[in-house]
């Protein structure tokens, strides 16, 4: 299974952006799908995740009400839209997925089986 991230870039704080992840998998409709990012000398963070079974979304309080992610099943593809962005929105953003089929979507990293190269987003103030 292969995740290509982009969409990445440098924007102005209060500007937006739209990360991509397509997956090379036709199962990918049965992956949960997870957004996560790293920050120059800090660990990976979770950012949000979108369940396989319903489509329903859980964010970081961090990202929440700026940030949506939504996906389609027929492009095998997963978003992330990045929304009044702020300068500590600045990492490596990175998509993965949970091939594990659970009704319960997840936050830790250790459970997500696949990951992308990762896309850099910087935000100047």
């Known amino acids: 299974v292969q995740l290509q991230a982009s969409g990445g870039g440098s924007v102005r704080a209060g500007g937006s952006l739209r990360l991509a992840c397509a997956v090379s998998q036709p199962k990918f409709r049965t992956y949960s799908m997870g957004w996560f990012r790293q920050a120059p000398g800090k660990e990976r963070e979770f950012v949000a995740v979108?369940?396989?079974?319903?489509?329903?979304?859980y964010y970081a309080d961090s990202v929440k009400g700026r940030f949506t992610i939504s996906r389609d099943n027929a492009k095998n593809t997963v978003f992330l839209l990045l929304s009044s962005l702020k300068p500590e929105d600045t990492a490596a953003y990175y998509c993965?997925?949970?091939?594990?089929?659970?009704?319960?979507?997840?936050?830790?990293?250790?459970?997500?089986?696949?990951w992308g190269q990762g896309t850099q987003v910087t935000v100047s103030s």
């Open positions: 979108i369940s396989w079974m319903d489509g329903k979304e």
């Open positions: 993965a997925a949970d091939t594990s089929r659970s009704s319960y979507y997840t936050i830790s990293s250790e459970d997500y089986d696949y």
